[in-house]
């Protein structure tokens, strides 16, 4: 039993650079409806009779404490389905199948991981079954890691309903950082990079797109983030700009990085998809319509972002309200309030009139 500082580069969060090596553990896969989008109590883990909180409990790791264990919280079986005589890494996180989550709390982990491989050839990653999935919403997180990693990857999965005795050592990452804190983000977005690079842009033929959400509509989500009149401003920029009407969803990892990486103009509303931003190239100049409950926390992080990669972002500011359907459970329903005046500011924008 150990906790291993580590030194990361370019994030001020030194409390909580660090992992623990605990051997022997009893891993469970809990059997849990992941429908809200959240993985909070789908692994538990125990060790010497206690119950395991580093690497597991997400306010844990924000403290940063070095703590392992909850306090009178105590498992004493020993009953198991598997025996895994091997070492893993895991990789885990209540948020990690949000998919801008995803890069930063979860991925950001593999930061670890690259470390100990150095030393370890042979550790395996290990991560529940939800986030190794071929189809679905969660599909993106085996895409990116198979990206990222190539061949030279190899995987436990953990199947749901089921209990492990890991004999050898599991290595617990803690976050060093969750987004969307203010900073400490650098090394991730150093990571992404090097998949972005992997992939060439494609040739377009229309000089810009439009990222609809029409997707999460047809094909569901976790919460409903609809943009009510949004049928109305696709029509509009298909008819004036001549746009691309893109769906995020019907595309894999790479026919993602493509399109953000080959279009000169992409409009978005606020959403997680915005994190895209930082697959683009220099010469691209995003134009995010600002959903009012997100853009005072979400403007600052795209401001960021493209920072990082040298790109342009443009943030359109009180451009719609909430409206007055049932916001609960996550919901964030809204509307534009004038799509004409949001049309002429895209077409000055697409012109370049606006750097005038």
Known sequence: MSVTYVNIPNNPHKHRQFYTTLNNVYLTHHNKDISDGSAMNLISITHNGKLVKAGIDKD???????????????NNSTNYDEVINEDIFLLYDDAGLNYAHFFFDLFGKCYYFDLLRKEKNNLKLGLPEEFWVDEGKNNFIKQWLKLYYGDDLDVFVFKSNTSYN????????????????????????????????????????????????????????????????????????????????????????????????????????????????????????????????????MNFKLTQFSDYVKTNVICLNDVGQETQQDQSDGNNIWELTNIDGIMDILKQIDSKEIWN
Request: charged content about 20%; some cysteine; glycine content about 4%.
């Open 60 to 74: 844990v790791q924000k403290l940063g404490s070095g703590e392992i264990y909850y306090e009178n919280k105590f």
């Open 166 to 297: 890991i004999t050898k050592n599991i290595y617990l990452p803690n976050c060093f950082y969750w987004f969307p804190e203010g900073y400490g983000h650098e090394p991730i977005l150093d990571m992404i990079k090097k998949v972005v690079d992997k992939v060439t842009p494609i040739q377009v033929s229309k000089n810009g797109c439009y990222i609809s959400r029409q997707d999460t509509i047809k094909y569901g989500w976790y919460h409903k983030r609809d943009l009510t009149n949004e049928l109305e401003l696709i029509d509009k920029i298909k008819s004036e700009l001549d746009y691309d009407i893109i769906e995020l969803m019907d595309y894999d990892i790479v026919g993602k990085i493509q399109i953000f990486k080959s279009y000169n103009n992409i409009i978005q509303q606020s959403s997680a998809s915005n994190i895209s931003i930082v697959f683009s190239n220099i010469n691209t100049i995003h134009t995010i319509l600002a959903n009012p409950r997100m853009a005072p926390w």
